[in-house]
């Protein structure tokens, strides 16, 4: 598949974004897309397989762009923009897949050319103004805000680089899918160095008696370079074998610290190397005894923070949102963000090496089981793999389904969200009611899947494990299926708290992740209603399943026939009205006959609407009404939602 990429950033630069962008170019063409790189006229070309970078026009005058927000992005902007816009028109693409500010061209594009947009989120834009000095006009920071908000709701997925990112997202629209993947401990390993490298450099540097405090970074305000060299006498005073290596700033920015430097009387103890090569960090990385990040605001994770902990080199930090994502005290020492604190926190690991051993140690455990490249190749496989189950109509190509929504099916978007999965059970099966309709739909599954004692079962579209938990307790083998990785989590919970020993599968009903025959028993309950593509559906159930499938749905000739229509013009006022499908019985009955089963019994549950019971929340109307139904046999005929059970044909 063949991805246009729009990064509005000097390509490639050693600097934050750019190499974020790196990595994702990186992991997608090892999982085998290719991908168009639009980007500024600025930066190094590097070597990746399947990438193709082409650079925007530079403007007259503008020869670079500093990090963070400014004025020389508009010009730049505007004809990355057509850029962008051209190699649309030139070639065929599957995905749009934008960084920061970008995101506003990818929804446009997304419209205009009917292809799914990724949005790449490294930073809260509005919080980027602040950070960077950039402006204090609440017009301006408002306007940025309101683009940010269109980017989010008009993408029609997210990635984000730390978990602070989905709270803005999050607070901007609930529903909305997005994969958080941080960025891998990773820096150009085929420039790592040798130890004669490394001894140069320390010559070069006239370092070689003493231990090194290395910062490295840009010399942006919030990055807390004053706090840092404010910190520097305190540490001097206590071990006279210290110095403190600085890399990175520009010239005016190292000519500045320089003097503050001299000010303090400190600048026989501080060195500033300026930029250097990216290929030369490994080197100065490795030099160092202690990485420090002394940043003073932000909540964005600093990259470098998943670097510093693959190192086996003891970390100072401030004690701020920035790094307590990723960070904490049994990784790093955390100090709060002020000169005599900092000065404490490197005094500390200076005086007790059986601490540093014990960080180290744990910043490596953590990086193998949550920041590994692996972990970060696997991520962004996922991330791929559903956005690609998003359909959007194409030049050429038949209109979407009707049931698909614009962004994300509601089916996958819904019940992502950790609120929704919070309330779940006490929202549909809590009080009275909700527990009778448990009962039923219990009672009504034991009784249609037989003897299922040692049998292997698998309940697709388990949600909070309504149904798997019970299956697991009376005795069968249960594997809970679930695409909502939030529903699960609650699931998972429950499980444990009773004894229940489930094997849970984040997973989609449309592809199952599973061999032919892999389960003796399928069950499904309140999933076939929602599906995008029930046929497919039905197909996986039946593919998976060694002998027996079970299913509901809500029928043609049941009350709740009058349900959908209501919930559309619903749907009009209110988006996230989650409506569902009535399907006909011979319809699954054929479709049940083309993957080798037959139907063997149905059974209905009630007449009136669930939602007319929820309604009333009264026990005992619920219960003779029904029974009345029952014995005058009208949920023969008007009775649901309705349960199937078939077997498989045998010969």
């Not at 990429?5 to 974004?17: K, L």
């Not at 920061?100 to 509005?126: C, N, Q, V, W």
């Not at 003891?314 to 900092?342: G, R």
């Not at 549950?605 to 669930?610: A, D, G, M, R, S």
Request: net charge positive; hydrophobic share 40%.
């Amino acid at each position: 598949m063949k991805i246009l990429m729009i990064a509005p950033e000097p390509f490639f630069q050693p600097r934050g974004t750019p190499f974020s962008e790196y990595y994702r170019i990186k992991a997608l063409s090892e999982l085998g897309y290719h991908i168009d790189l639009a980007t500024y006229p600025f930066g190094e070309n590097v070597e990746i397989p399947n990438l193709r970078i082409f650079r925007s026009f530079r403007p007259p005058g503008i020869k670079g762009v500093k990090v963070g927000p400014s004025w020389a992005k508009l010009p730049l902007n505007f004809f990355l923009f057509f850029k962008s816009f051209f190699l649309l028109r030139r070639n065929h693409y599957d995905f749009i897949h934008t960084h920061e500010e970008a995101g506003f061209m990818g929804i446009i594009f997304s419209r205009l050319f009917k292809i799914p947009t990724l949005y790449d989120m490294h930073s809260d834009l509005a919080q980027q103004m602040v950070n960077f000095n950039f402006t204090r006009s609440r017009s301006i920071i408002k306007l940025v805000s309101l683009m940010e908000r269109s980017i989010v709701k008009g993408s029609h997925m997210i990635i984000g680089i730390c978990p602070y990112l989905e709270e803005v997202v999050k607070k901007i629209d609930p529903y909305k899918k997005i994969y958080i993947i941080e960025n891998p401990p990773l820096m150009f390993d085929e420039h790592e160095g040798d130890e004669t490298q490394l001894l140069k450099l320390r010559k070069s540097l006239k370092l070689q008696d003493k231990k090194i405090i290395l910062y490295t970074g840009t010399f942006e305000p919030y990055q807390g370079l004053e706090l840092l060299l404010r910190a520097v006498p305190a540490v001097v005073d206590s071990s006279d074998d210290v110095h403190f290596l600085i890399v990175g700033g520009k010239e005016k920015q190292v000519a500045s610290f320089k003097a503050l430097a001299r000010q303090l009387k400190i600048d026989e103890h501080v060195s500033f190397t300026g930029q250097r090569p990216h290929q030369e960090m490994p080197l100065y990385i490795k030099l160092a005894d202690i990485l420090i990040s002394p940043r003073i605001k932000g909540d964005n994770v600093p990259l470098k923070i998943y670097l510093y902990l693959a190192t086996g080199k003891p970390i100072v930090a401030t004690n701020i949102s920035a790094h307590t994502q990723v960070l904490n005290p049994e990784v790093a020492v955390l100090t709060d963000p002020e000169p005599k604190s900092f000065a404490l926190g490197i005094n500390l690991l200076l005086k007790d090496h059986n601490l540093c051993q014990r960080l180290t140690k744990s910043a490596r455990k953590l990086v193998e089981t949550r920041y590994s490249y692996p972990e970060y190749l696997q991520k962004v496989k996922l991330c791929y793999q559903h956005l690609s189950r998003i359909k959007t109509k194409r030049r050429g190509n038949p209109s979407p389904n009707k049931e698909e929504l614009s962004s994300s099916h509601y089916s996958y978007r819904v019940y992502a969200s950790p609120e929704v999965a919070t309330k779940f059970d006490e929202d549909r099966f809590g009080g009275p009611i909700g527990q009778l309709i448990q009962q039923k739909q219990e009672a009504t599954l034991l009784s249609l899947l037989g003897d299922f004692k040692g049998k292997t079962v698998l309940d697709i579209g388990a949600g909070t494990g309504r149904i798997a938990i019970p299956l697991a307790l009376f005795g069968a083998e249960v594997t809970a299926l679930d695409a909502s990785a939030e529903m699960l989590t609650i699931a998972r919970d429950k499980a444990e708290a009773c004894g229940a020993d489930i094997r849970f599968q984040h997973g989609d009903a449309h592809q199952l992740p599973y061999p032919d025959l892999s389960f003796d028993m399928v069950i499904s309950f309140r999933l076939l209603i929602h599906a995008i593509d029930w046929k497919k559906v039905i197909g996986e159930l039946c593919r998976v399943a060694r002998g027996r499938v079970v299913f509901d749905f809500s029928p043609w000739g049941s009350f709740a026939l009058l349900h959908p229509p209501y919930l559309r013009l619903k749907k009009l006022v209110d988006k996230e009205t989650q409506t569902y499908r009535i399907l006909r019985m011979a319809a699954i009955k054929r479709e049940l006959g083309r993957h080798g089963f037959q139907m063997v019994s149905t059974h209905r549950e009630f007449v009136l609407p669930l939602a007319v019971h929820r309604k009333l929340k009264s026990v005992k109307f619920s219960t003779a009404t029904e029974s009345l139904f029952g014995k005058l046999k009208i949920n023969s005929f008007f009775g649901g939602p309705l349960t199937i059970k078939a077997d498989r044909k045998v010969g």
